[in-house]
T-cell receptor, first 113, second 114 residues
Framework: GENVEQHPSTLSVQEGDSAVIKCTYS??????FPWYKQELGKGPQLIID?????GEKKDQRIAVTLNKTAKHFSLHITETQPEDSAVYFC????????????FGTGTRLTVIP | EADIYQTPRYLVIGTGKKITLECSQT?????MYWYQQDPGMELHLIHY???????EKGDLSSESTVSRIRTEHFPLTLESARPSHTSQYLC?????????????FGSGTQLSVL
């Protein structure tokens, strides 16, 4: 199956600074790369996703970039706010049409006011 | 806002007891999933379903079982709970039309087996 590695495991930034979380995947057939945010006491929630036919996608302060050659993708959060503090997970499906998502090990982001 | 509900939110139970974790969704999604989340945060798929009467085991071996008699309901059962079953259990659903598509997660059940 797919192997997804995520770094760093913890990240602290000052409010207003940018945060970057990186993931690598092993299966070159993977074609869908979502990012989930999990707040304390809640289930993960999709915040942005990208398919393999594009290299970058933005949604307000959040962006995801994909490098299929190098098999890595990154989450970029600009102008961080305290409410961005949460655990973030990347994921990849392994095979096109696969029903399972393989999740990274998570990054605990803390935004310091 | 996702319409997927899990009960109970917290469960503390003794070894050997039978338990059922409930999961219901009101979105009419065909696909449903159970993930186990370690204290170290990793999410592992333990069961999934494509629709009514469909159940499959996930990547992480689990002693639990699931059933899918109705589209909206996907309960998970442990016949005899053990301390090694202590974990967070997350239920999710997604539309069949996109694979894998967007997952909607419930808030989870934190299970502690004494």
């Amino acid at each position: 199956g797919e192997n997804v590695e995520q770094h760093p495991s913890t990240l602290s930034v000052q409010e207003g600074d940018s945060a970057v979380i990186k993931c690598t995947y092993s299966d070159s057939a993977s074609n869908y790369f979502p990012w989930y945010k999990q707040e304390l006491g809640k289930g993960p929630q999709l915040i942005i996703d990208i398919r393999s036919n594009v290299g970058e996608k933005k949604d307000q302060r959040i962006a995801v970039t994909l490098n299929k050659t190098a098999k890595h993708f990154s989450l970029h959060i600009t102008e961080t706010q305290p409410e961005d503090s949460a655990v973030y997970f990347c994921a990849a499906p392994g095979q096109p049409g696969a029903n399972n998502l393989f999740f990274g090990t998570g990054t605990r982001l803390t935004v310091i006011p | 806002e996702a319409d997927i509900y899990q009960t109970p939110r917290y469960l503390v139970i003794g070894t050997g007891k039978k338990i059922t974790l409930e999961c219901s969704q009101t979105m009419g999604h065909d696909k449903m999933y159970w993930y186990q989340q370690d204290p170290g945060m990793e999410l592992h798929l333990i069961h999934y379903s494509y629709g009514v009467n469909s159940t499959e085991k996930g990547d992480l071996s689990s002693e639990s079982t699931v059933s899918r008699i109705r589209t909206e309901h996907f309960p998970l059962t442990l016949e005899s709970a053990r301390p090694s079953h202590t974990s967070q259990y997350l239920c999710a659903s997604s539309e069949m039309s996109t694979a894998p598509g967007k997952l909607f997660f419930g808030s989870g059940t934190q299970l502690s087996v004494l």
